[in-house]
C-alpha cells in the first residue's frame, strides 16, 4: 500500500473529513478544533463516511459549543 499503512491512511481521511465537517457546519477550522473533531468521530466509532452524516454533524456542533462554555467559563 505505497508508504503509508492501513492505520496511517486512515488517519489522514479522518483528519480530511474532520476539515470538511467543520467547514460545512461553519465552525472554525483550527487545530484545536480539527482534534475535537477528529477524537469525537474516534469515539463515536463509525466509519470514515459517517463523518459527513447528519448526526455526526449535530454532535460536533453539540461538542464545539461545550468547548466555547467551558472556555467561557474559566
Do not use: H, K, W
Not at 470514515?48 to 467551558?70: K, N, Y
Request: charged content about 25%; overall charge positive; some cysteine.
Amino acid at each position: 500500500m505505497g508508504f503509508c499503512g492501513r492505520q496511517q491512511l486512515e488517519a489522514v481521511v479522518r483528519v480530511g473529513n474532520a476539515i470538511r465537517a467543520l467547514a460545512r457546519c461553519y465552525l472554525p477550522i483550527y487545530a484545536t478544533t480539527i482534534m475535537d473533531a477528529y477524537e469525537l468521530a474516534v469515539e463515536r466509532g463509525g466509519g470514515l463516511a459517517d463523518m459527513g452524516q447528519p448526526d455526526f454533524l449535530a454532535a460536533l456542533v453539540r461538542s464545539e459549543a461545550l468547548r466555547r462554555r467551558a472556555a467561557q467559563a474559566r
